[in-house]
């Protein structure tokens, strides 16, 4: 019955569109109030100490560090460098676009920083050179959710700080998927363009004019080697590496290439709190509803429900991510991460996966949410972008979701692919660490 209360009216004040963080809370009290599982006064207290954590203050910072590059010159040179490796192909802006968005996605952490910021370069420029509007709005929706996988990126700090597991691994773990899905993209991207005829830039860069843009782009290059490397090189943690990031941001846009200026600092200043608030919120308030479903020993009875259809560990995992594709249509990423992550953990435990290989899964699980309706956040940017139709951009970008389903199949069978760094860099740790010893 506590189950009951609790997730039932969480269902009709999420049907009635109350907001996820105020949804959360008025379940609890609900469940509170009915059964007095809890003392309120502890729920309360939840609310406080969920948001007093060291990890989650790299959220503000990557947001804000995403937004001072965005607007202060960093994607632009990072549109150039990626024309000069692409941009003479079959669809050449598209493949542009997809390569951009990865490279911006290893600086933002953030889908809707990344459709923003290389959507309103690349998109009107593909449309202008006859792309067409509804695939170029797609790519773009479809393109920015790889910086939720590409680290570093908010998704895995808000798994790993809802499940206290190492943000740095899952970091490391995913490297390689965010690879793997752009890859994806770029493949079907050219041969749409190979068919749609949409040739590449017929302008040839000589020596100088590429040695000219790689070197203009050199400030934007080394920002993902300054945050991982030093992340990874125990010089700072992944929260003091945001905070690295936003003031390299500030400084190479008002400095170096002198596109932002201090009465611009305020605007984006406002953003990130925001964005922040609304988070901390959900965050505070997921804390209380996750100590109801504790006590009442949900989480355990649904892993022996998933435990008692099946004990074939291939299919249970199947049963997880059609579950996450499912909620990621109408739920809010990270607030499905903040929500879910507990639950199902007890499960991955019996299952014996690892935490970070799970991690991963629901990423990337989530991350199509980002271009799958109703909710489809990414969509929804790219039309404000484009201005193009929603039911227009939905059609067309169902071959970039069958994409990242494909994709997503491979890595959840295959853990290698997700754990193989991870594990080297941990080995690597430990037989320094032994050296210096």
């Excluded at 680290?151 to 690879?179: D, H, K, N, R, W």
Aim: neutral net charge; aromatic residues 10%.
């Amino acid at each position: 019955m506590v189950a009951l209360v609790l997730f039932g009216v969480f269902i009709i004040c999420f049907v009635l569109t109350v907001p996820i963080g105020i949804s959360l809370g008025v379940a609890s009290i609900s469940a509170i109030w009915y059964s007095d599982i809890i003392n309120i006064t502890y729920f309360a207290q939840k609310l406080t100490t969920a948001a007093d954590s060291f990890p989650l203050m790299a959220v503000p910072f990557f947001i804000l560090a995403g937004n001072l590059m965005g607007s202060g010159g960093v994607s632009r040179r990072l549109l150039d460098l990626a024309t000069i490796c692409f941009g003479r192909m079959s669809g050449g802006l598209a493949l542009v676009t997809i390569a951009a968005c990865m490279f911006f996605g290893a600086i933002s952490g953030s889908a809707a920083a990344t459709v923003a910021a290389i959507g309103t370069l690349m998109v009107p420029d593909m449309i202008n050179k006859g792309y067409d509007k509804s695939f170029s709005s797609a790519l773009i929706a479809a393109s920015g959710g790889l910086g939720a996988i590409i680290p570093p990126s908010l998704s895995m700090v808000i798994y790993c700080v809802a499940t206290e597991q190492s943000i740095s691994e899952l970091f490391l773990a995913g490297v390689i998927p965010g690879i793997l899905l752009g890859l994806g993209f770029m493949v079907y991207s050219y041969f749409y363009a190979k068919k749609k005829g949409y040739s590449g830039a017929a302008h040839h860069y000589t020596l100088k004019e590429k040695l000219d843009i790689v070197w203009e782009a050199k400030w934007a290059i080394v920002v993902p080697v300054i945050i991982l490397g030093g992340i990874y090189g125990g010089i700072f943690t992944p929260t003091e590496a945001a905070a690295v990031a936003v003031a390299y941001g500030w400084f190479i846009g008002t400095f170096i290439y002198k596109e932002l200026t201090f009465r611009d600092l305020p605007k984006y200043l406002l953003q990130a709190a925001v964005i922040t608030a609304t988070l901390l919120v959900i965050i505070g308030t997921s804390a209380g509803f996750g100590s109801i479903l504790t006590l009442a020993r949900i989480p355990n009875q649904i892993a022996n429900l998933i435990l008692s259809l099946s004990d074939n560990t291939v299919i249970i995992l199947l049963m997880i991510n059609a579950l996450l594709l499912f909620v990621g249509t109408f739920m809010e990423t990270l607030a499905a991460i903040i929500i879910l992550a507990p639950m199902l953990l007890p499960l991955i435990h019996q299952l014996g996966i690892d935490p970070i290989h799970f991690g991963l899964i629901m990423c990337v699980n989530l991350a199509i949410g980002y271009i799958t309706p109703p909710l489809g956040a990414n969509l929804f940017v790219a039309c404000g972008v484009t201005g193009t139709p929603f039911s227009k951009i939905c059609r067309s970008v169902i071959p970039f979701t069958i994409s990242m389903i494909l994709t997503l199949g491979l890595l959840t069978y295959v853990p290698q692919l997700t754990m193989f760094l991870p594990k080297y860099f941990m080995r690597g740790m430990a037989l320094s660490q032994a050296l210096a010893f």
